[in-house]
């Protein structure tokens, strides 16, 4: 059985060269009790990175959170984006990478062509729903398709809407809708989280942080008309003839990356190829 930890372990075994903090967040005690939400933060010279996990498994949570501070760290050692580049993974860094590339992609390019996002009925979702509200009954939750290729399940989460909060939103892409709900639920919860945690300074913030589109307020009301009650469910006959757009692997080197030359990882990159003549069917 693989080592859930490998990451982590490998962290606090470098502890003078990466010198790795780990932060526990207390809001799921308040939001969605069973949830684990964990900071792994690295600094190497002039170089500090933060990553972020939350998973049911709580040592998962915390391997999820070191993966993405030493896939971070190794983006600003590179000097590239950490969009579609993965270290590891549930499955493998491969699949990890080829997901978040396809995410976006799916996601934006409906927004740009204005298509809905129809609402998933499903009982991973109704679940996920029920659960939220226990702890927070007047709160609206809400699940949406992507369209995306038949082998594929891209789900966003929306939480909030009304007088009691902005709207927040998760993505994720999965081969299984339950894996892709949960983790855009996730996502979302986070950052229900950090309003319901700072509500005064909240907004400012999001407007201030270009990477934070998905908590803007002006960008996530100019797209909610989008999102449209009529049912729908995975691989339903609104995504079948999607396109998958095609992807270029590149395996990354990071040798020149002295203090990370025994991390147990794989690290890969997938790159879009924008053309549309380079997309085929699925």
């Not at 891209?154 to 009304?162: A, D, E, Y």
């Not at 009650?229 to 691989?235: E, F, I, L, T």
């Not at 003839?241 to 991390?263: A, F, K, M, Q």
């Amino acid at each position: 059985m693989a080592d859930k930890t490998k990451l982590t372990k490998w962290l606090v075994k470098r502890r003078t060269t990466m010198n790795p903090r780990f932060t526990e967040y207390t809001w799921p005690t308040r939001y969605f009790r069973g949830l684990y939400d964990f900071e792994a933060r690295i600094s190497v010279g002039d170089i500090e990175s933060v990553g972020r996990g939350i998973d049911f498994d709580q040592d998962l949570a915390v391997e999820k959170a070191s993966s993405e501070a030493i896939e971070r760290f190794i983006c600003q050692s590179l000097r590239f984006s950490s969009e579609g580049f993965a270290v590891s993974g549930h499955n493998s860094a491969d699949d990890h990478a080829k997901n978040e590339a396809l995410e976006r992609y799916y996601f934006t390019r409906q927004i740009l062509a204005h298509e809905p996002f129809r609402r998933i009925k499903a009982t991973a979702t109704l679940k996920l729903a029920e659960a939220f509200h226990k702890q927070n009954a007047d709160v609206p939750i809400s699940f949406y398709q992507m369209n995306t290729a038949a082998n594929w399940t891209g789900v966003v989460c929306l939480i909030g809407g009304r007088q009691c909060c902005p709207l927040l939103l998760g993505l994720a892409l999965s081969s299984e809708l339950d894996s892709a709900a949960t983790r855009a639920m996730c996502e979302a919860l986070a950052n229900f989280a950090r309003f319901k945690d700072s509500p005064e300074t909240f907004l400012a913030e999001v407007k201030a942080d270009k990477e934070a589109w998905f908590c803007n307020p002006d960008y996530l009301n100019g797209i909610w008309p989008l999102f449209v009650d009529g049912a729908s469910g995975p691989n339903s006959s609104s995504n079948s003839l999607e396109l998958t757009p095609h992807l270029v692997r590149e395996t990354v080197d990071i040798s020149g990356i002295i203090s990370l030359r025994d991390c147990p990882i794989s690290p890969v990159r997938y790159k879009l190829v924008r053309d549309h003549e380079s997309e085929v069917r699925q």
